[in-house]
């Protein structure tokens, strides 16, 4: 008989701790990033950003662009978005730009001159993004911003 309470003990112990970590904060920013894109959760880590915890999550859509949600610890909202796109004809991209690549890269290569090496097309929390990483005269790297709807740079920081 003291055996039987002690493995209904036991199994009660499981259970409930097996449903706390259903609702813990990996697992409810998991599924807050799994509502905005379908797909394979290709990373999951832990990062200290502006002074709190946030875990930034990876996932591949079937369509072949790349997702990165950044969540929240200890609200478990997504805080930022960002889409990675195949190319700026896909039609998430189109929909946003107003200016094309060209004028795109004009643009970052006024404000920064050097090579371009890499271009990059994103949706960054609803803004179509090209990202360029520009090669410096000094060897440096430059990654620059520009969005793809008023051609400004947002952002130009040394690689």
């Known amino acids: 008989m003291n055996i039987r309470y002690c493995l209904t003990g036991l199994l009660t112990v499981i259970a409930s701790s097996a449903l706390a970590q259903e609702n813990s904060p990996l697992d409810v920013c998991r599924n807050a990033a799994n509502k905005l ?34 969540c929240d610890k200890t609200s478990g909202k997504i805080i930022e978005t960002e889409q990675e796109l195949t190319s700026a004809d896909h039609p998430a991209f189109s929909a946003l730009k107003k200016i094309d690549e060209t004028e795109a890269r004009k643009i970052a290569l006024e404000a920064h001159p050097g090579t371009i090496t890499e271009v990059e097309y994103e949706i960054e929390n609803g803004i179509a993004i090209y990202e360029f990483e520009i090669k410096m005269a000094d060897g440096s790297k430059m990654e620059v911003e520009v969005d793809a709807a008023t051609g400004k740079i947002v952002k130009a920081e040394k690689d």
């Open 37 to 70: 894109a379908q797909g394979e959760i290709v990373k999951i880590e832990l990062e200290k950003e502006k002074g709190m915890e946030v875990y930034e999550i990876a996932i591949k859509s079937p369509d072949g662009s790349k997702w990165e949600f950044k």
